[in-house]
């Protein structure tokens, strides 16, 4: 079974950037696509990013484009998120999670899922 790890997460004031890396094992990661989701509190929880399996097709939410960058290193089994500008609002719990078949695409049947990272956005 597929398992993932997500690490980086932590405090950082507004306009400050961390990078968040999700590291699979079990199965080579680079069979799947890979999605970043986010969950506030009180708040539904939002796919934030995904990426491909060979990594050629990715997408952000409105809310991140232009701030954040999705990219893996399939030979490492990691993708990351680098976040770069980051907003009070950007505030959550971070997962990596990935489809239940191999090679689906992003975002399509999200079967595996990490225990998440916690991001702070705050002076």
């Known amino acids: 079974q597929l398992q993932l790890v997500e690490s980086g997460g932590g405090l950082v004031q507004p306009g400050g950037s961390l990078r968040l890396s999700c590291v699979g094992s079990?199965?080579?990661?680079?069979?799947?696509?890979i999605g970043w989701f986010r969950q506030a509190p009180g708040k539904e929880r939002e796919e934030v990013s995904c990426?491909?399996?060979?990594?050629?097709?990715?997408r952000y939410a409105d809310s991140v484009k232009g701030r954040f960058t999705i990219s893996r290193d399939n030979a490492k089994n990691t993708v990351y998120l680098q976040m770069n500008s980051l907003k009070p609002e950007d505030t959550a719990v971070y997962y990596c999670?990935?489809?239940?078949?191999?090679?689906?695409?992003?975002?399509?049947?999200?079967?595996?899922w990490g225990k998440g990272t916690q991001v702070t956005v705050s002076s």
């Open positions: 999670a990935a489809p239940g078949q191999t090679s689906a695409p992003c975002g399509v049947g999200m079967a595996y």
């Open positions: 079990g199965f080579p990661l680079g069979w799947y696509s």
């Open positions: 990426i491909s399996v060979r990594g050629g097709s990715t």
